[in-house]
């Protein structure tokens, strides 16, 4: 029987987390409260978490997300505390306030 996984949403998720019992801290996403895992990969700790969508493309509006874990597409990129930063080349730190970056028509 295949097992699902859902992430903080309550949605299923493609990715799960590996470890589920390690320390948590406290960041933010567009104000909704998510609680990481200290010092993982931002980009593996959001997937594993559910949210797929980083950015917003500025001409389609597209939404994006990472893509090659490794610093080389850009899809990844997220706002934290305010600079776009590409989040696959991050650790998660207590406090954190990420924002995803406006597509089409945004401000
Ligand atoms: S996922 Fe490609 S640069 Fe981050």
């Known amino acids: 029987m295949m097992r699902r996984i ?6 299923p998720v493609l990715f799960r987390d590996l470890s589920p019992d390690a ?3 406290r960041v933010t ?3 909704q409260v998510l609680h990481l895992p200290a010092g993982a ?4 700790a959001l997937l594993g978490a559910g949210i797929t969508t980083f950015r917003m493309t500025p001409v389609s509006g597209a939404s994006r ?6 610093g080389a597409c850009f899809d990844c990129l997220i706002g934290v505390e305010g600079v776009t930063r590409q989040a696959c080349m991050m650790q998660v730190s207590d406090g954190m306030v990420l924002t995803r970056p406006l597509g089409k028509g945004g401000a």
């Open 23 to 25: 320390p948590r801290v």
């Open 65 to 70: 997300g990472p893509f090659c874990m490794m």
């Open 41 to 44: 990969n931002l980009a593996a």
């Open 29 to 31: 996403l567009d104000g």
């Open 6 to 11: 859902l992430g903080c949403s309550g949605r």
